[in-house]
C-alpha cells in the first residue's frame, strides 16, 4: 500500500468520523447527548474498551499459536504487535485487504521466513471465516424471525452478507478435498468472464490464480495436520467474537437501559458485520454505522445514536490509533536497532 494512498484512507476515515460526530449533533439535543454521557456508568464504559483490548489480545494469541509451530523463536509480544499493525490496516483499507500482506512484511522483520509468514497468516484466516460463518449461521437460525420483525428491508443485505462469507469458505473447503473440480471450475469462471470481456488478459489471470490456490491448498495440508493447534484458535476465536458482539450489551448496560437481552443484541451486532462484509470502502463507512442504527434504534431508542458514535469509535477509531501508535513504535525500534548495528 503506497503512503499517498494510506493517506488518503486515513483523510476519509478522519471525515468519516467528523461527520458521524456532526450528525449526531444535528439529530439529537446537544444538552441531552451531554446529560446522557454523564449519566453513563464509567464502569461499564471501561468494561466495554476492555472488550476491545480483549478482542485484539485474543487475536494475538491465536497469531502466536499458528506462529509458534513454524518459528519457535517468536515472542508473544512481537505477535501483539503484528496484530495491531494488522488490525490498523484492515481498518484503512477496502474490504480489510490491507492487514494480511503488511502482516507478512513485519513477521519477516521479526525472523519469520516468507513462506512460513503467509502459511501463518493463511491458516488464521481460514480459521476465522470458518468460525464466523459457523457463528453466523447459528445466530441466522435463532434471530431470523427478529430480523424478519424489526427489520424486514435489511434481510435481503444480511442474507447476501451471509452467502458472500460463506462462499469463501465453502470455496477453500473445496479447494481443500476437492483441488481438480474446484480448479477445473475456477478455470471455466474464469474464460467464461474473459469472452464477456471482463477479464482482459485470461492466461495472466489462470497463472495467478493457481499459484493462489496451490497456496491455499497447502495451507490446509498444514492445518489438517494439527487438529490440536485448530481446535484452540476455533475456541479462541469464538471466544473473540462473543467478546466483539457483547460491546454493544456493555454500552447498552453503560446507559442503565432494560428489556433486550445479551443473545439479541450480539445477535444484531453480527447482523452489522455480515452487511458490512460486501461494502467496498474502508471499514465499511456509512454502511456499518447505517446498519446499527437501523438494528439497534428500538433497543437502544433515544440513545441510538449516541451510542452508535461510542461503538464505532472503541470498534474502529480505536484500532486506527492504538495500530498506527504500534506501527511507529515498531519502526522507530527497528530504525535505532539498525543504527546501532552500523555504529559498531
Known amino acids: 500500500m503506497s503512503r499517498k494512498s494510506k493517506k488518503l484512507n ?22 441531552e447527548i451531554w446529560n446522557a454521557i454523564c449519566g453513563a456508568k464509567p464502569v461499564y464504559l471501561i468494561l466495554a474498551v476492555c472488550c476491545m483490548v480483549m478482542y485484539w489480545i485474543l487475536e494475538a494469541v491465536n497469531l502466536h499459536l499458528v506462529t509458534k509451530e513454524v518459528h519457535q523463536k517468536q515472542k508473544f509480544k512481537d505477535s501483539l504487535s503484528v496484530s495491531m499493525i494488522g488490525q490498523y490496516f484492515n481498518c484503512i483499507t477496502p474490504f480489510a485487504s490491507g492487514g494480511q500482506p503488511i502482516q507478512a512484511f513485519y513477521l519477516v522483520k521479526f525472523g519469520v521466513p516468507l513462506g512460513s509468514s503467509l502459511t501463518v497468516l493463511l491458516s488464521k484466516f481460514i480459521v476465522y471465516q470458518a468460525m464466523l460463518t459457523v457463528y453466523s449461521a447459528v445466530i441466522l437460525v435463532f434471530r431470523l424471525n427478529y ?15 451471509f452467502i458472500v462469507n460463506s ?9 481443500a478435498f476437492f483441488k481438480k473440480p474446484t480448479v477445473k471450475i475456477a478455470h471455466f469462471v474464469v474464460r467464461f468472464l474473459g ?10 489471470k489462470l497463472k495467478y490464480m493457481d499459484e493462489e490456490m496451490a497456496m491455499y491448498y497447502k495451507n490446509f495440508q498444514f492445518i489438517k495436520k494439527r487438529p490440536v493447534l485448530i ?29 433486550s437481552d445479551f443473545l439479541t443484541i450480539i445477535s444484531c451486532q453480527a447482523f452489522v458485520l455480515m452487511i458490512s462484509a460486501f461494502v467496498p470502502l474502508p471499514g465499511a463507512l456509512g454502511a456499518a454505522e447505517g446498519s446499527y442504527v437501523l438494528f439497534f434504534k428500538n433497543i437502544f431508542g433515544s440513545y441510538v445514536h449516541l451510542s452508535t458514535v461510542i461503538w464505532r469509535f472503541l470498534t474502529f477509531y480505536l484500532a486506527i490509533i492504538a ?22
Open 10 to 31: 486515513l483523510i476519509i476515515c478522519g471525515a468519516a468520523f467528523v461527520i458521524m460526530i456532526v450528525y449526531l449533533f444535528l439529530v439529537d439535543d446537544p444538552v
Open 147 to 161: 430480523v424478519l420483525d424489526t427489520s424486514p428491508l435489511l434481510m435481503p443485505l444480511v442474507i447476501v452478507g
Open 167 to 175: 462462499a469463501v469458505i465453502a470455496g477453500l473447503f473445496m479447494l
Open 195 to 204: 469472452k464477456l470481456r471482463i477479464v482482459k488478459d485470461v492466461e495472466a
Open 231 to 259: 481446535l484452540k484458535m476455533c475456541f479462541y476465536t469464538v471466544i473473540q467474537l462473543t467478546v466483539y458482539f457483547g460491546i454493544s450489551f456493555v454500552i447498552y448496560l453503560a446507559f442503565g437501559l432494560s428489556g
Open 323 to 344: 495500530g498506527m501508535t504500534v506501527s511507529i513504535l515498531i519502526n522507530r525500534r527497528k530504525d535505532i536497532s539498525e543504527e546501532q548495528t552500523q555504529a559498531k
